[in-house]
């Protein structure tokens, strides 16, 4: 069969350069997101996670910012590595949800030396 | 430390044939989950449990069905396999709600 992402939009960047990833999500309810990195023939790996009474968040290289008037969520990654080089999905969780995932399509990140 | 663990890797089935595909976590997460993932597309939520003995069935159910003996174990079995289910279906874990689900690598599953 066809590999995870075949058809996803592509964002290509230099080494070492930032990267920011968008996603507009559909639940207006929705109160937990997560950002996941999955490489071909992996499963989904967890970044980074963000809760609706927050507008942004970091990590180590990561930063999720949450626009709840407009539904956006993005994905900055600092200087970004090779080992980037993957597709990251959003996903949220509507509230009451028992924790079900809703995913987004998803964006393939090319990192180019 | 395992995580969640999925068998097998890889299946070919004829249609109409049927399978079980396994998924073990050792993390004692009671919410288990299982997705499938066609190509270019997002992880779609075909059942899920919230403990042993609890099933529910999420998006896409038809055609397939769960059970939740243990904590640890949640089978997915596929009867009278079609074409459609030509997937990698995609088993995960939380310890409860509102916490990042834990995923496994898959099994990559064709049928002809």
């Known amino acids: 069969g066809e590999s995870v992402g075949l058809h996803l939009p592509t964002l290509s960047v230099q080494e070492g350069d930032n990267s920011i990833i968008n996603c507009a999500y559909s639940n207006s309810a929705s109160d937990y997101f997560i950002w996941y990195k999955q490489e071909s023939g992996k499963g989904p790996q967890f970044i980074i996670d963000i809760r609706s009474n927050m507008d942004k968040r970091q990590g180590q290289r990561v930063t999720v910012l949450l626009n709840k008037t407009v539904k956006h969520l993005s994905l900055q990654i600092a200087a970004t590595q090779p080992g980037d080089s993957a597709v990251y999905f959003c996903?949220?969780?509507?509230?009451?949800?028992?924790?079900?995932?809703?995913f987004g399509a998803g964006t393939r990140l090319a990192v180019h030396p | 430390n395992a995580g969640v663990t999925q068998t097998p890797k890889f299946r070919i089935l004829k249609i109409g044939q049927s399978m079980t595909l396994q998924c073990t976590q050792d993390m004692n997460h009671n919410y288990m989950y299982w997705y499938r993932q066609d190509p270019g597309m997002g992880l779609k939520l075909i059942y899920y449990s919230v403990g042993a003995g609890i099933t529910d069935k999420g998006e896409v159910p038809n055609g397939y069905n769960v059970s939740r003996s243990t904590t640890e174990d949640f089978p997915l079995r596929l009867e009278l396999a079609a074409p459609s289910q030509t997937s990698v279906y995609f088993c995960?874990?939380?310890?409860?709600?509102?916490?990042?689900?834990?995923f496994g690598d898959g099994t990559r599953l064709s049928i002809l």
């Open positions: 995960a874990s939380s310890s409860r709600v509102n916490q990042p689900q834990h």
């Open positions: 996903a949220e969780i509507p509230s009451g949800g028992y924790n079900k995932l809703i």
